[in-house]
């Protein structure tokens, strides 16, 4: 069902999403809101849906029922070409594992989905310098990932899904391949990311600890989604 014009408009709206392979049923019905300028965390184990449930938000899957908006804009019935357009302009995507290109440097890798925009290089790389720079990665610009630790990696797979400008970040166990320190110094700077850039989060933890210091915490078990456990 569309949002109703007359109520504030949600970022992203999905109602009655339902997803199964094969015989097993991993979504059962679920209805979600984001609003803007939330950092909201998705919680549940290892195989309740959370992953799955990113994928058909961000436009990576579709549903076998059910429907995905983003503000007043029907999603999954588009197109690939569609959906791969409206990922490059409005969402942002950090994995578990970064998926950096080992030939391009730190600054290169940032830069790319603007490179594939359209951007001219010189702006590109700008942007990409000035998030990196953010992250705490200005010494860092031209190496590449071989010489960058695990939580350098990271931080620059974050500047590449920042380098748009994104409506929304969605992040995937961000923080899973981190050791305990670089994954708390991650963690912040996602919480600093929706506090002081307005950037809005949805992040799949395993972690309880990181989803009590978000705005919102969602939890996903059965199929179903709930805000309490």
């Not at 001219?120 to 071989?146: D, S, T, V, Y």
């Not at 995937?172 to 320190?181: A, M, V």
Request: net charge neutral; hydrophobic share 40%; aromatic share 8%.
């Amino acid at each position: 069902m569309q949002p109703n014009a007359d109520s504030p408009v949600p970022l992203l709206h999905a109602s009655g999403l339902c997803k199964r392979y094969g015989q097993l049923e991993v979504l059962k019905g679920i209805d979600f809101r984001l609003m803007q300028g939330q950092a909201t965390a998705l919680v549940g184990a290892s195989g309740a849906g959370k992953s799955t449930l990113l994928q058909l938000l961000g436009t990576l899957d579709y549903p076998d029922a059910g429907e995905v908006y983003f503000k007043h804009e029907r999603l999954d019935t588009q197109n690939p070409k569609a959906q791969a357009r409206f990922r490059n302009r409005h969402l942002g995507f950090v994995f578990q594992f970064h998926h950096l290109l080992p030939e391009f440097t730190a600054l290169e890798n940032a830069a790319m989905p603007a490179y594939i925009a359209g951007v001219p290089r010189k702006e590109a790389e700008q942007r990409a310098a000035e998030w990196l720079a953010w992250l705490g990665l200005a010494e860092r610009l031209h190496h590449k990932p071989g010489e960058l630790s695990g939580g350098e990696q990271q931080r620059t797979a974050v500047a590449r899904a920042l380098i748009n400008q994104p409506d929304l970040l969605l992040a995937d166990e961000p923080t899973g391949n981190l050791d305990s320190e670089n994954g708390e110094r991650l963690f912040r700077l996602f919480l600093q990311l929706a506090e002081e850039k307005g950037v809005t989060l949805l992040i799949a933890t395993h972690n309880p600890d990181f989803a009590r210091r978000c705005h919102r915490q969602l939890y996903i078990r059965d199929g179903l989604l709930s805000e309490q456990l």
